[in-house]
């Protein structure tokens, strides 16, 4: 018991000097670049969004939806970028006018968006744009039901 006790007090007190040492690290990440590629990691950038509403009405009828982008910009050149959105969507409906009930209308969908823009000058820009999202379309009412 006393060795076991001791070895472990030389591991406490040990391990915080070799973490701060200088001992080289093998980098064994396939994902390494040298940043000559075309398609290099140091050109992708990466952000996430979330959200959630809820609404109901007088008469006790109710929504609910949340939302998820993950957002990938890559810039091949200062003059060339994409965009893509991929956007995790969740809604669906309940009832309050007795008692909470959600519905079983529970619906998932996932909605891609893709953007591709060219800017020769400063004052020229050419924009290639898919959106899937029904809401910018004013031709559909129903919004959550038409995607």
Do not use: C
């Not at 004052?123 to 910018?136: D, E, F, R, T």
């Amino acid at each position: 018991m006393r060795k076991v006790l001791l070895i472990t007090m030389m591991l406490v007190m040990l391990l915080p000097l070799i973490a701060q040492s200088d001992i080289p690290h093998p980098n064994f990440s396939p994902y390494t670049n040298n940043g000559s590629s075309f398609l290099g990691l140091n050109k992708l950038s990466m952000s996430h969004s979330m959200g959630f509403q809820a609404g109901t009405s007088s008469t006790g009828e109710g929504y609910y939806l949340s939302l998820y982008t993950n957002h990938l910009k890559y810039k091949f050149n200062p003059k060339l970028e994409m965009n893509l959105d991929l956007n995790f969507v969740n809604y669906g409906g309940f009832d309050t006018s007795s008692k909470f009930e959600l519905d079983n209308a529970n619906y998932s969908r996932v909605i891609p968006e893709f953007s591709l823009r060219y800017t020769p000058r400063d004052n020229i820009q050419i924009q290639l744009q898919m959106i899937s999202g029904s809401i910018l379309n004013p031709y559909k009412n129903n919004y959550l039901q038409n995607w």
